[in-house]
C-alpha cells in the first residue's frame, strides 16, 4: 500500500485589500481517497497542532484525504481570532480548494472553535458539496458557564451532523451536549469519549490512553463518513444543499 503523502499548498481568499489574501493548507491524503474532509484547527492552535496533525495522519490512513488549513490571525502570528465573518469566508475558499484537489465526496468541520466557524458558515449559506460537518469538541459555552447559545445556528444547518464529545469536556456539559442532539434529530449523531476533556485527554485511572481515544475518534469518523457516502449511493440523489 502507497503511504499517505502530506503537501503544502496555498488558498486564495479573494477578500477586500484590508484582509490577507491567502492562508496556508495542508494536503494529507493516502493514494485513493474515500472521501475528504476540510479540518479547522481551534482557536489557540494552528493546523500543525500535535493533535490535528495525528488526526489527519490517522485518517490518511484508514483512507480519508483531510485540507488542514490557517485562519487568518494564525497565519499571522496574532492570538486574537478573526471577526466571523472573515472565519466564514476563509471556510469557504478552504471547501473550494478542496474540491480543486479531489473529486471525492466532502465532509467540513474542525477542532472545537474552527467546527463552530464551519457551521455557522453552512448554516448562513451551505457550503458547497459538503455533505456532512464533523465537530471534534463543539465548544457549547465557555468554560464554568453551560449554555447552549452557541449551537442556536445549528437549527438551520440541513445536513448531516456528527458531534465527538469528550464526556468530561469542560466547554460542553454532557447533559447539554446530549438535549441538543436529541433536538436535532435524525440530523445528529453524538459519539461520547468516556473520560476525555475538551483536548481529548484522558486520566491515567480511566484505563486508556489519549492514543487509544484518538483511534476511537477516526473509527468513528471513517463509519460515519462511509455510511453517508453509500446511503447517498443507494438512493442515487443529491440534496440541493450539497449542489449549490
Known sequence: MTAPTSERITIALGGSAREPAQVSGLWTSPAEPA???VFAH???AGMTHPFMTRMAEALAAAGIASLRYQFPYCEQGRRRPDPPALCHAT???AVRAAQRLTDRPLFAGG???GGRMTSQAQAAQPLPGVRGLIFVGFPLHPAGRPSRAR???LA???IPMLFLQGTRDELAELSLIEAL?????ARATLHRSADADHAFHVPARSGRSDAEVLAGLVRECCGWMRALIEQRGASGEQSAEEST
Open 156 to 158: 438551520a444547518v440541513r
Open 42 to 44: 481551534g482557536a489557540g
Open 181 to 185: 442532539c436529541r433536538e436535532l434529530g
Open 111 to 113: 477542532k472545537s472553535f
Open 91 to 93: 471556510v469557504r475558499a
Open 35 to 37: 472521501a475528504a474532509f
Open 151 to 153: 449551537a442556536d445556528h
